[in-house]
């Protein structure tokens, strides 16, 4: 059973994602007894028997993830009880990072959908697409390009977004984030990838 001492204090910010998806950032309203309420924006409030992990810091080590089912919903405040023990992870384990890649999706039976990535880490992608239709939980097969390296993974859709084009007027674009499993090799790959563009980034700041 996951302890106090293993919980994110009263009135502290944590990270919550939901199947790998981007993480929201959450303020822990209370936590003790059995879980814990969070207060969440409504944009990121999950469904009652959903599964999410919460992250915050253990620093120096990395940081906590605690897996979570949630309970109870009441607008913006979440109940949520631990469903596992809370562990470290080390920092090259959620490297997440890019923007702008090129980004190939294709299913057998429909024409390649060319888009381009919003950000990446080593099991999931988030990113846009004009003129295709994807429902969650379909099957994928993604074409990654990362710098002169280039990652050819199958996923699966965890969210879907349709986002119409306002100004000027357009196509309608998708946004999806796909979860996958990269094996060690092109998870080592994207992590060096991200990293060095994070590198680059804070050069240029």
Do not use: K
Request: charged residues 20%; aromatic residues 4%; contains cysteine.
């Amino acid at each position: 059973m996951t302890t106090l001492a293993q919980l994110p204090d009263a009135g502290s910010y944590v990270e919550m994602t939901a199947s790998d998806e981007q993480a929201a950032r959450v303020r822990v309203v209370h936590a003790g007894g059995a879980g814990l309420t969070l207060s969440t924006p409504l944009a990121a409030v999950p469904r009652v028997g959903s599964s999410v992990t919460l992250r915050w810091s253990a620093a120096p080590r990395g940081r906590f993830a605690l897996p979570c089912a949630v309970v109870e919903v009441e607008e913006n405040r979440v109940e949520v009880l631990p469903a596992g023990e809370a562990h470290v992870e080390q920092q090259r384990h959620f490297v997440r990072g890019g923007g702008g890649e090129q980004i190939i999706l294709r299913r057998d039976g429909w024409i390649d959908a060319h888009g381009w990535v919003r950000d990446i880490s080593e099991h999931s992608a988030r990113a846009h697409f004009e003129g295709t239709n994807v429902v969650e939980g379909e099957e994928l097969r993604l074409w990654i390009q990362l710098g002169s390296e280039i990652i050819n993974v199958p996923a699966t859709a965890s969210r879907v977004a349709m986002l119409p084009q306002q100004v000027p007027p357009g196509p309608m674009s998708v946004e999806i984030v796909a979860v996958f499993d990269s094996g060690e090799a092109q998870a080592r790959l994207i992590r060096r990838y991200v990293m060095r563009q994070q590198l680059l980034s804070r050069s240029r700041a």
